[in-house]
């Protein structure tokens, strides 16, 4: 059975401080996809990256960074130089390609909270 | 374009009474749908899930029923609520067959309160 892990359920930081989230997975499908969604207060979930397994390019995107790690089965993201506007709840997720209905289990979620 | 639609936004009811949460899809077709719920500071739990008109799975044993009785609309019920039922409920949806090219879509949420 699919399942991730999100050890760090809450961080805080100042402004400008780069921070760091750790995402773990667990599968046996060969063929994933990893996701990363921002859920700021207001509830809803934005989707900010889709991995697949066969890809393990870490990526940039302005300030946010992703380093995905098949043999440590790790999925992390950093922002760089953090803004209070990066406060949210940040969940990792993980679909496997032949689980039935192609479910999305996600991690308990991480609350960043930038501090100005 | 797709879009996906959820109501109501917010939601009030007391114990006992039944629920009934609807979530529409728009601009696609055979779409697999998803009900998730999220308890107040907590993660994000799969309820249901449906790969087509009529075909429900469920994830998690409890208060709650789902329902598709048309292609594009997915909806949440239950007869009686319990306290334990309040929550933020979120309905997703992917293209089917999904071959992993984009990420789930999530719908604005349904915060319900049961008191």
């Known amino acids: 059975a699919q399942k991730v892990t999100q050890a760090q359920t809450e961080i805080s930081v100042v402004e400008k401080e780069d921070v760091t989230l750790d995402c773990v997975y667990e599968t046996r499908d060969t063929t994933y996809y990893l996701f990363w969604y921002k859920q700021p207060p207001s509830g809803e979930l934005v989707f900010l990256i889709r991995?697949?397994?066969?890809?393990?390019q870490n990526e940039i995107s302005g300030r946010y960074s992703w380093n995905f790690q098949k043999s440590t089965s790790s999925f992390n993201f950093t922002i760089t130089a953090s803004q209070v506007v990066d406060s949210a709840v940040y969940f990792c997720?993980?679909?496997?390609?032949?689980?039935?209905?192609?479910?999305?289990?996600f991690g308990g979620g991480t609350r960043v909270l930038v501090k100005p | 374009s797709q879009t996906i639609h959820q109501w109501p936004a917010t939601l009030v009811q007391p114990v006992g009474s039944p629920l009934s949460l609807e979530c529409t899809v728009e601009?696609?077709?055979?779409?697999?749908l998803y009900w998730y719920r999220q308890a107040a500071g907590r993660g994000l739990q799969l309820l249901f899930y449906s790969v087509g008109i009529g075909q429900i799975s469920s994830e998690v044993p409890q208060n709650l029923s789902a329902s598709r009785p048309q292609d594009r609309q997915f909806i949440l019920s239950s007869k009686k609520l319990l306290l334990s039922d309040s929550g933020f409920y979120l309905c997703a949806w992917i293209l089917s067959p999904w071959t992993g090219g984009y990420g789930y879509t999530f719908g604005s949420g349904t915060r319900l309160t049961v008191v």
């Open positions: 997720a993980l679909s496997e390609a032949n689980a039935a209905g192609n479910k999305l289990t």
């Open positions: 991995r697949n397994s066969f890809d393990e």
């Open positions: 601009g696609t077709s055979n779409p697999n």
